[in-house]
């Protein structure tokens, strides 16, 4: 099965930036759209961006002008830049994929293991 492998969270001061990375390991054909998540404690998780596989993207109003989403195909990759961070952007982030089609056929609903953000204030 293949799998979402995320990196890049940490710690970062309020108007800084952090760039998380995900990328599908395994042997993949093609992926739909792309998309970032994130859930803060004791909140419910929410859809932070959405990429398409033609490059179309979303943004939650929170986020906008802020998170810029992009993907690599090549790579098998969604990638998401924070800048401007806030304290209230501290979560985990997850990264998402509705379908992809892989060697052992399609594959539905795969999740990352999530990275945690904290923003200082």
């Known amino acids: 099965q293949v799998q979402l492998v995320e990196s890049g969270g940490g710690l970062v001061q309020a108007g800084g930036s952090l760039r998380l990375s995900c990328v599908a390991s395994?042997?993949?054909?093609?992926?739909?759209?792309m998309d970032w998540y994130r859930q803060a404690p004791g909140k419910q998780r929410e859809l932070v961006a959405r990429?398409?596989?033609?490059?179309?993207?979303n943004y939650a109003d929170s986020v906008k002008g802020r998170f810029t989403i992009s993907r690599d195909n090549g790579k098998k990759a969604v990638y998401l830049q924070m800048n401007s961070l806030k304290a209230e952007d501290t979560a985990v982030y997850y990264c998402?994929?509705?379908?992809?089609?892989?060697?052992?056929?399609?594959?539905?609903?795969?999740w990352g293991q999530g990275t945690q953000v904290t923003v200082s204030s």
């Open positions: 998402a994929v509705e379908r992809m089609t892989t060697n052992r056929g399609p594959q539905l609903n795969t």
């Open positions: 395994g042997i993949v054909f093609t992926i739909g759209d």
């Open positions: 990429i398409s596989s033609g490059g179309d993207t």
